[in-house]
């Protein structure tokens, strides 16, 4: 069956220490995001990548990076520069980026990660 | 700017009942809205897209309704079951460069009693 998934479930870290959530899709989807979700927020949109080699910032970009080397993976690091890291990680993908391709085709979502910064 | 409300926060009914969930947004401006169902520490699931042109998509017990003029959007789940509790969340996509991007509203937490 095709999906996202994300790695690790649940990741605890010191504060000060970086740290990369893993997400795959064999969707063969060109569009992959990384969303952040807190208690009684929406979801806040991260970075987004249009198809390989590209990546732009979204809402909340300050202390992450991500990389997109192969269509199928989009790697996001928490830098030590992030003040809040604590969070639920939600890694979604699309066919397309543009909506004009995307007709009547979802959002998918990732299981999520869960990182614990202490 | 884009902003989506979903009210009430929370929302508890018995079993069986009729419920409608509501999404509004600020700007009409929109190319589709996806309505998500989110289960405790779990992913979001799409229940059901409408286009921009479209009126309501329905899909099983769930029918969803689109008025773009007014910014509104309702989820209506009939015959609701303790298998329907979870947090409901829509999202709207923008026309323009700049606002493909969802936008989500933080979610309705529903709560079906047996």
């Known amino acids: 069956d095709g999906g996202i998934t994300q790695s690790p479930k649940y990741l605890f870290r010191k504060e000060g220490q970086n740290v990369t959530l893993s997400c795959e899709q064999n969707l063969n989807h060109d569009a992959m995001y990384w969303y952040r979700q807190d208690p009684g927020q929406g979801l806040r949109l991260i970075y987004y990548s249009q198809i390989v080699n590209d990546f732009q910032k979204g809402d909340i970009a300050e202390g992450y990076s991500v990389s997109r080397e192969k269509k199928e993976s989009f790697p996001l690091t928490v830098t030590s520069a992030q003040k809040n890291p604590t969070a639920f990680y939600l890694c979604?993908?699309?066919?397309?980026?543009?909506?004009?391709?995307?007709?009547?085709?979802?959002?998918?979502f990732g299981n999520g990660t869960r990182l614990t910064v202490t | 700017k884009q902003e989506v409300t979903q009210i009430p926060a929370a929302l508890s009914v018995p079993e069986g009942e009729n419920l409608v969930l509501n999404c509004s947004f600020t700007?009409?401006?929109?190319?589709?809205l996806q309505w998500f169902r989110q289960d405790p520490g779990k992913g979001l699931t799409s229940l059901l897209l409408?286009?921009?042109?479209?009126r309501e998509q329905t899909s099983g017990r769930l029918n969803a309704s689109l008025d773009k003029s007014s910014g509104r959007s309702t989820l209506y789940i009939a015959a609701s079951q303790p298998g329907d509790s979870a947090t409901y969340l829509c999202a709207v996509r923008g026309t323009t460069s700049g606002t493909y991007k969802y936008i989500f509203g933080t979610g309705t937490r529903l709560k079906v009693l047996a």
């Open positions: 409408i286009q921009s042109s479209q």
């Open positions: 700007d009409s401006a929109i190319y589709n």
């Open positions: 979604a993908s699309s066919i397309a980026h543009r909506p004009e391709r995307t007709y009547n085709s979802p959002l998918h």
